[in-house]
């Protein structure tokens, strides 16, 4: 292999930080050369950021192609990207993913998308294939290019239009081996992660569009991310905020029902402002949300309707529950203008008295006694407001979103709140896109079964996002030594003089020889430049060769995750370099 020389790299780094970059990783990864912007959402992955990449994908192909349980083991295959759109109509995700499908039509006027996620032709390939349950159980995957029309990309690539994505799907002839699959994935995610350099916890996941029950993700816990989760430091509950439980305990039941009563409340429309104004905990108070709320239909049309969710004061509404209490595909959170536009009493609005409205109570508000609620006047509260004499709600159920403080369900511990990025997610099917695409097989008594399916996803560029958020200092990337674009930066001082061009090319040769890969600056630059550049790329190791360290028969190296520079002999060098690497 040729080394890398720095004078024909063909990216450069950039002296100016990107005006819309979003976070610290995402302005190291543009300054240093390694992506560049194209469009929002998109981006081109110049050499060095491209190697990465590529090291990414053979520690995640190693990890998928490891044998597991009864001869598992990943084959990689590889599909289109171009999808009719009838797969995507035959598991109704046209709808349930309609915002995100990049579609297109063809010269004929057949219909498009470019897959988003792959299980539909996975299972329709399968079931050209697989008869007997001889050939189970079964694991596919591929890394390909997925297009997902996200209406709000961000964090550089934390948030693609386009990106990479790992996706392995499972196929087990009962829930049993679907089990043995998941857990096998899952173990496999752990140790990908970990080998990438990347901290991540498992949590309890949403299904969303995916269907199916048992649900994964694994989350990078940083400030910076949009995903809460809720930790429980006694028992080890993780469990994303979209699904958590907690204790859910009602502070008022007991209280005998009181008379309604109107009180005035002048300009109080908040929770807060009405809690303080009466001396009360806003426990006490039931506040009123409103949704739109679309359905599908079968003529793939969507019914719009306007939903009021009514929650204890002190609560915020689950959108992920409530969606699925309702059965909706869509929910859009009516801000104050909506609701008033929609005829409702912003700030002052309640399930009393509303007539042809659809209501959703959590279960714990229809438990409370004597509560305060809008009185769907202006400036007008009620007090003592009792569910069933004063109200009914058409759906009762939790959808209660968790926070931190609130007790653990296991053991009653109160649990912290984070944030995080979701790196990966594990998925137990079921047979929902077996059954809809009629992938059956024979088992051994000569029945027709569908095959019970898991599927498995890494974004790869996020997870490069993430390796370059948690690996860096101010002067730039600090690349585990694994994934590198390069093992070492060779920083030639004064190249312009024969000798010490030629001790640089004699040691770069060397390091080549024993395996190395080698980044090389023989740029006519000052060392201050070069110093600079080589922090902000980040590999391992920075070689110095220079006249003065050549006078001195040695040459300098420096550790980019900390240390002292330090001269070692020339002769030693490349044993030298190996060690540090090694270490
Ligand atoms: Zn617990």
Same mark, same amino acid.
């Given at each position: 292999?040729?080394?890398?020389?720095?004078?024909?790299?063909?990216?450069?780094?950039?002296?100016?930080?990107?005006?819309?970059?979003?976070?610290?990783?995402?302005?190291?990864?543009?300054?240093?050369?390694?992506?560049?912007?194209?469009?929002?959402?998109?981006?081109?992955?110049?050499?060095?950021?491209?190697?990465?990449?590529?090291?990414?994908?053979?520690?995640?192909?190693?990890?998928?192609?490891?044998?597991?349980?009864?001869?598992?083991?990943?084959?990689?295959?590889?599909?289109?990207?171009?999808?009719?759109? @009838?797969?995507?109509?035959?598991?109704?995700?046209?709808?349930?993913?309609?915002?995100?499908?990049?579609?297109?039509?063809?010269?004929?006027?057949?219909?498009?998308?470019?897959?988003? $996620?792959?299980?539909?032709?996975?299972?329709?390939?399968?079931?050209?294939? %697989?008869?007997?349950?001889?050939?189970?159980?079964?694991?596919?995957?591929?890394?390909? $290019?997925?297009?997902?029309? @996200?209406?709000?990309?961000?964090?550089?690539?934390?948030?693609?239009?386009?990106?990479?994505?790992?996706?392995?799907?499972?196929?087990?002839?009962?829930?049993?081996?679907?089990?043995?699959?998941?857990?096998?994935?899952?173990?496999?995610?752990?140790?990908?992660?970990?080998?990438?350099?990347?901290?991540? /916890?498992?949590?309890?996941?949403?299904?969303?569009?995916?269907?199916?029950?048992?649900?994964?993700?694994?989350?990078?816990? $940083?400030?910076?991310?949009?995903?809460?989760?809720?930790?429980?430091?006694?028992?080890?509950?993780?469990?994303?905020?979209?699904?958590?439980?907690?204790?859910?305990?009602?502070?008022?039941?007991?209280?005998?029902?009181?008379?309604?009563?109107?009180?005035?409340?002048?300009?109080?429309?908040? /929770?807060?402002?009405?809690?303080?104004?009466?001396?009360?905990?806003?426990?006490?108070?039931?506040?009123?949300?409103?949704?739109?709320?679309?359905?599908?239909?079968?003529?793939?049309?969507?019914?719009?309707?306007?939903?009021?969710?009514?929650?204890?004061?002190?609560?915020?509404?689950?959108?992920?529950?409530?969606?699925?209490?309702?059965?909706?595909?869509?929910? @859009?959170?009516?801000?104050? &203008?909506?609701?008033?536009?929609?005829?409702?009493?912003?700030?002052?609005?309640?399930?009393?008295?509303?007539?042809?409205?659809?209501?959703?109570?959590?279960?714990?508000?229809?438990?409370?006694?004597?509560?305060?609620?809008?009185?769907?006047?202006?400036?007008?509260?009620?007090?003592?407001?009792?569910?069933?004499?004063?109200?009914?709600?058409?759906?009762?159920?939790?959808?209660?979103?968790?926070?931190? &403080?609130?007790?653990?369900?296991?053991?009653?511990?109160?649990?912290?709140?984070?944030? &995080?990025?979701?790196?990966?997610?594990?998925?137990?099917?079921?047979?929902?896109?077996?059954?809809?695409?009629?992938?059956?097989?024979?088992?051994?008594?000569?029945?027709?079964?569908?095959?019970?399916?898991?599927?498995?996803?890494?974004?790869?560029?996020?997870?490069?996002?993430?390796?370059?958020?948690?690996?860096?200092?101010?002067?730039?990337?600090?690349?585990?030594?694994?994934?590198?674009?390069?093992?070492?930066?060779?920083?030639?001082?004064?190249?312009?003089?024969?000798?010490?061009?030629?001790?640089?090319? $004699?040691?770069?040769?060397?390091?080549?020889?024993?395996?190395?890969?080698?980044?090389?600056?023989?740029?006519?630059?000052?060392?201050?430049?070069?110093?600079?550049?080589?922090?902000?790329?980040?590999?391992?190791?920075?070689?110095? %060769?220079?006249?003065?360290?050549?006078?001195?028969?040695?040459?300098?190296?420096?550790?980019?995750?900390?240390?002292?520079?330090?001269?070692?002999?020339?002769?030693?060098?490349?044993?030298?370099?190996?060690?540090?690497?090694?270490?």
């Amino acid at each position: 292999m040729w080394p890398m020389r720095m004078s024909r790299l063909f990216s450069k780094t950039l002296r100016e930080v990107p005006a819309d970059a979003e976070t610290e990783g995402h302005r190291l990864l543009v300054r240093s050369g390694m992506i560049t912007p194209i469009a929002a959402g998109v981006y081109a992955y110049m050499p060095l950021g491209l190697r990465v990449l590529h090291g990414i994908q053979s520690i995640i192909r190693e990890e998928m192609d490891r044998e597991g349980p009864d001869g598992r083991a990943g084959q990689e295959l590889l599909m289109s990207s171009l999808v009719p759109i @009838e797969f995507y109509e035959r598991s109704g995700r046209d709808q349930t993913m309609a915002e995100i499908l990049f579609r297109l039509t063809d010269h004929h006027d057949r219909e498009f998308a470019l897959g988003p $996620t792959h299980e539909e032709v996975f299972v329709e390939v399968f079931k050209r294939n %697989v008869q007997s349950y001889r050939d189970l159980p079964l694991m596919l995957y591929q890394i390909a $290019t997925k297009f997902r029309d @996200e209406p709000r990309p961000r964090g550089g690539l934390i948030r693609l239009r386009q990106f990479t994505m790992k996706d392995l799907y499972s196929f087990d002839a009962d829930q049993e081996g679907l089990d043995v699959s998941y857990q096998m994935m899952f173990d496999a995610y752990v140790r990908v992660f970990e080998r990438c350099g990347v901290p991540v /916890i498992p949590v309890l996941a949403d299904s969303g569009a995916m269907g199916g029950n048992d649900t994964h993700e694994f989350l990078y816990l $940083t400030e910076i991310g949009e995903d809460r989760c809720l930790l429980c430091p006694k028992c080890g509950y993780a469990a994303n905020a979209e699904v958590a439980t907690f204790v859910k305990e009602p502070a008022y039941a007991d209280e005998e029902p009181k008379p309604l009563e109107e009180i005035d409340t002048p300009g109080l429309t908040t /929770i807060e402002a009405l809690a303080d104004h009466l001396g009360v905990p806003k426990s006490k108070t039931c506040k009123a949300v409103f949704y739109t709320a679309s359905y599908g239909d079968e003529h793939g049309g969507a019914r719009k309707d306007p939903v009021l969710v009514a929650i204890r004061g002190d609560m915020d509404v689950n959108e992920s529950k409530l969606r699925n209490a309702l059965g909706a595909i869509e929910l @859009e959170y009516m801000d104050e &203008g909506a609701v008033t536009r929609a005829g409702f009493v912003a700030g002052s609005a309640s399930a009393v008295g509303l007539e042809n409205m659809k209501v959703v109570a959590d279960d714990l508000v229809v438990q409370e006694r004597n509560l305060v609620a809008g009185a769907n006047k202006p400036d007008k509260h009620l007090l003592n407001v009792n569910h069933d004499r004063d109200w009914k709600a058409d759906i009762v159920a939790d959808v209660a979103l968790a926070a931190g &403080g609130m007790l653990c369900s296991n053991c009653q511990t109160p649990m912290d709140e984070r944030r &995080g990025i979701e790196m990966g997610q594990v998925f137990k099917l079921g047979v929902k896109y077996s059954e809809a695409f009629e992938a059956f097989f024979l088992d051994a008594e000569g029945q027709q079964r569908p095959a019970v399916m898991g599927s498995y996803g890494i974004g790869i560029e996020r997870l490069l996002a993430a390796i370059v958020e948690d690996n860096r200092d101010e002067a730039g990337i600090i690349w585990p030594r694994q994934l590198a674009p390069y093992d070492v930066h060779l920083v030639g001082l004064q190249v312009e003089k024969p000798e010490v061009r030629e001790a640089a090319e $004699t040691l770069v040769a060397e390091l080549e020889s024993a395996g190395l890969s080698v980044l090389y600056d023989d740029r006519e630059e000052s060392p201050g430049v070069k110093f600079n550049d080589a922090d902000l790329l980040g590999m391992p190791l920075r070689v110095t %060769v220079s006249p003065r360290n050549l006078d001195k028969g040695s040459v300098e190296l420096r550790r980019r995750d900390g240390g002292e520079n330090e001269l070692v002999a020339r002769d030693a060098a490349v044993d030298e370099i190996k060690a540090r690497l090694e270490s």
